[in-house]
Nanobody, 120 residues
């Protein structure tokens, strides 16, 4: 089964930056998209952003637009660069993969998450 592994989380002060990575266990060049989500304690998982492998087009949630940037290499890794971090960005961050384009919004694979904590 395909595995996604997030890394790069940690503790950072407000206004700082972190770069998260999501490495897939196989090449992703033929996949449809990779997405980033986050979940804070006591809250439901929320969408952060997405990158489409073919062409690299991105889309972001309003809460992070202008501060976060998603990128990817041409093999198996997606990245989430977070800048000007705020305490409300504190959450477990997850990456997800969609292998083919369909009308469904389901994601095929999920990583186990990496903790990001932003102190005030």
């Amino acid at each position: 089964q395909v595995q996604l592994v997030e890394s790069g989380g940690g503790l950072v002060q407000a206004g700082g930056s972190l770069r998260l990575s999501c490495a897939a266990s196989e090449r992703t060049f033929s996949w449809y998209a990779m997405g980033w989500f986050r979940q804070a304690p006591g809250q439901e998982r929320e969408f952060v952003g997405i990158i489409y492998w073919n062409g690299g087009r991105t889309f972001y949630a309003d809460s992070v637009k202008g501060r976060f940037t998603i990128d990817r290499d041409n093999e198996n890794t997606a990245y989430l660069e977070m800048t000007r971090l705020k305490p409300e960005d504190t959450a477990v961050y997850y990456c997800a993969a969609r292998t083919v384009a369909t009308m469904s919004s389901e994601w095929d694979y999920w990583g186990q998450g990496t903790q990001v904590t932003v102190s005030s």
